[in-house]
Nanobody, 123 residues
């Protein structure tokens, strides 16, 4: 059964860093278009980054230069490296997957979702 499990969220001060993990079960992440999304209270879920291991990567403008994506094939795990965090990065972060190709940062393209991990950035 396909499953995505996020971890690594927490509370940090502005300027700090966190690394989120997305462990993929039931299939190889490398076969899918993978994405990280976030949702703050009262807002719509938005795309942070979309990634495919064929070289396709697209970041939201709000995180370019601060966030990076990495992966571990042996662990079938995707990571979101978040640096220079800002209070506006506070949100629940979700990992998602969809059959390729990767279309972009829209949530409508993704059918498989994890439960999320909370990130809170204080000023």
């Amino acid at each position: 059964q396909e499953q995505l499990v996020e971890s690594g969220g927490g509370s940090v001060q502005a300027g700090g860093s966190l690394r989120l993990s997305c462990a993929v079960f039931g299939y190889a992440y490398s076969s899918y278009c993978m994405g990280w999304f976030r949702q703050a209270p009262g807002t719509e879920r938005e795309g942070v980054v979309v990634f495919k291991n064929n070289g396709f990567t697209r970041f939201a403008d709000s995180v370019k230069g601060r966030f990076a994506i990495s992966h571990d094939n042996a662990k079938n795990t995707l990571y979101l490296e978040m640096n220079s965090l800002k209070p506006e990065d506070t949100a629940m972060y979700y990992c998602a997957a969809e059959f390729p190709p990767c279309y972009g940062l829209g949530t409508e393209h993704f059918g498989y979702w994890g439960q999320g991990t909370q990130v809170t950035v204080s000023s």
